[in-house]
């Protein structure tokens, strides 16, 4: 019995699943269709989020290991942001062989459909590997001014004589072995994605971050690995993500000057009062306190969040000290944003021993901002300015004395 495609298809999915659940599931995130419009596979844009297309005839020519290539080629374009980060690059044939360069590597080679871009395609080049597009869009910027890479003279040359839409496989100089098979990318179905306003591709590659974590923490809780590339990708996704509120404007109307002053030596400023000596530079730096709840009734994620803030309140060049509690205080140091950040605690809640603590060192700090869900009763007032910051998961607690706001 022969299958049909959307049998074919639907194992493939399976099969993607097995052996890679973070494609498998990110796939089960798209809706697919097929369409002859385009000569292999593509993705477009529904609303702001994707549509992937595969063409009928290009998937009966491939094995049942190329299906599982071709929709990770496909996903991999989205997980790398390459539909909305690189229409700058102005040669768009050119970017788009880096494009593929770059994903194809992620690939299984025995996966992947016949004539695929890789470093080695290229070999007058030396294309390092897993270098990124835009090292190999330089790289082979560089190789078509200098004409001196017959391989890609040949697959521009092919491109332009191509019709959008109906590009296939190509065959480009003998080599030791024959001749070789190129498929020639074709990301026409992109263009839509070109001259859309700013809010809206923000808006599109906020929700691809979303789907990837989302995604990633649907495996590891299945005890499901991460790929390197996907791990690498999500920790940068996580320093990309911005603040969700105003620190600098606020510790700026808020908190005011600073309370502590360094003096430091400087060349380039005279000293008026003792000429051959150097002048002195005065720097004022704010210093707060931060308290963290870490009772049980808080989720990991709120904490994720709460300590994706104190990291963005760091960056005001503001110095931190973190109060860990939950009904008790259990660790108050000096937050740096370069190491792990350990949570102690995880029992009740009380936000008492931390107000304590900060009433009996209110001179040190400027003021202190308590990350919570806002679930314990209200303390006393402080003696100093408080900012309670609610996580975006929980109900704001109107009974707490202070500015009061919730994270969006």
């Known amino acids: 019995m022969v299958k049909s495609k959307e049998d074919e298809l639907a194992k493939a999915s399976k ?13 089960i995130m798209l809706n697919k269709q097929w369409s002859k419009k385009i000569p292999t596979a593509g993705v477009s844009r529904q609303g702001i989020n994707f ?18 290539g071709l ?4 996903l991999l374009h989205i997980a790398f942001f390459h539909i909305t980060d690189y229409d700058h690059l102005s040669d768009k044939e050119i970017a788009n062989i880096a494009m593929d360069i770059e994903i194809n590597q992620y690939i299984d080679k025995d996966s992947l459909p016949p004539g695929p871009q890789l470093p080695e395609t290229y070999p007058e080049l030396q294309l390092k590997p897993k270098k ?33 839409g109906e590009r296939g496989m190509i065959k480009i100089r003998p080599g030791k072995n024959g001749q070789t098979e190129v498929q020639l990318p074709d990301h026409s179905t992109w263009d839509e994605f070109e ?15 979303h789907i990837i974590k989302e995604v990633a923490d649907q495996v590891q809780k299945s005890r499901g690995t991460v790929p390197g590339e996907m791990a690498e990708l999500l920790e940068r996704i996580s320093k990309l993500e911005p603040p969700k509120f105003n620190w600098r404007g606020y510790l700026r109307r808020f908190v005011g000057g600073s309370i502590k002053t360094f003096t430091k030596m400087a060349l ?9 000596n150097p002048g002195l530079k005065h720097k004022h730096r704010r210093r707060i306190l931060v308290g963290v709840d870490t009772s049980g009734s808080v989720s990991t994620n709120e904490l994720k969040e709460f300590l994706a803030e104190i990291y963005h309140i760091s960056r ?3 110095e931190i000290d973190i109060a860990q509690c939950d009904s008790n205080l259990h660790k108050v140091e000096k937050f740096d944003p370069k190491k792990d950040f350990e949570v102690h605690g995880r029992g009740g809640t009380s936000f008492d021993p931390v107000t304590d603590y900060y009433d ?4 040190k700090y400027n003021c202190l901002i308590f990350v919570t869900d806002g679930e314990a009763p209200a303390p006393k007032k402080c003696r100093g300015p408080v900012l309670w910051v609610h996580s975006s998961q929980s109900q704001i607690n109107e009974d707490l004395h202070g500015l009061k706001i919730k994270l969006n």
């Open 51 to 68: 549509q992937l297309y595969l063409n009928e005839d290009f998937w009966n020519i491939l094995s049942p290991i190329q299906h599982m």
């Open 316 to 318: 005001t060049g503001t």
């Open 15 to 27: 099969d993607l699943m097995l052996k890679e659940p973070f494609y498998g599931l990110f796939l």
């Open 195 to 209: 001259g859309i306003d700013e809010a809206t591709k923000k808006l599109i590659k906020t929700q691809t971050a």
């Open 71 to 74: 929709l990770k080629h496909e």
């Open 268 to 276: 380039s400023k005279p000293n008026f009062r003792f000429l051959d």
């Open 132 to 164: 990124g597009t835009k090292y190999y869009y330089d790289k082979l910027m560089q190789g078509k001014k200098q004409g001196n890479c017959p391989n890609l003279n040949d697959v521009l040359a092919a491109s332009a004589a191509s019709i959008p």
């Open 360 to 363: 009996k060192n209110y001179k």
